[in-house]
């Protein structure tokens, strides 16, 4: 059965930094393409950054490019969501999905998706 198990959320100052995980379990991270999303109440699911499967590719919402950062630990079967210079708007529950076949030139859309995590709620407040 595939899952998708997301950790580390919590509150931070803004300018701080926090390191998300995205733990896999029932397929290999390696061979699906992953995308880090987040949502607030009463607005849709955003992309906010992905991670192909093949010669890993990266994409960056223009919002948070220059401050996050996307990895893989294959060892751990974790993708990685570096966030840092934190700033309030970036609160929300954060999500990470995983597709076989995505279009890597659309992978900031969710509807590219087809397995979700439960979501850790990201909070940057001073």
């Known amino acids: 059965q595939l899952q998708l198990v997301e950790s580390g959320g919590e509150l931070v100052q803004p300018g701080g930094s926090l390191r998300l995980s995205c733990a896999a379990s029932?397929?290999?991270?390696?061979?699906?393409?992953i995308g880090w999303f987040r949502q607030i109440p009463g607005k849709e699911r955003e992309g906010v950054s992905c991670?192909?499967?093949?010669?890993?590719?990266?994409n960056y919402a223009d919002s948070v490019k220059g401050r996050f950062t996307i990895s893989r630990d294959n060892a751990k079967n974790t993708v990685y969501l570096q966030m840092d210079s934190l700033k309030p708007e970036d609160t929300g529950v954060y999500y990470c999905?995983?597709?076989?076949?995505?279009?890597?030139?659309?992978?900031?859309?969710?509807?590219?998706?087809?397995?979700w995590g439960q979501g850790t709620q990201v909070t940057v407040s001073s």
């Open positions: 991670l192909s499967s093949r010669r890993d590719r990266v």
């Open positions: 999905g995983a597709s076989l076949f995505v279009n890597h030139a659309m992978c900031l859309g969710k509807d590219e998706y087809d397995y």
């Open positions: 029932g397929f290999r991270v390696d061979e699906y393409e």
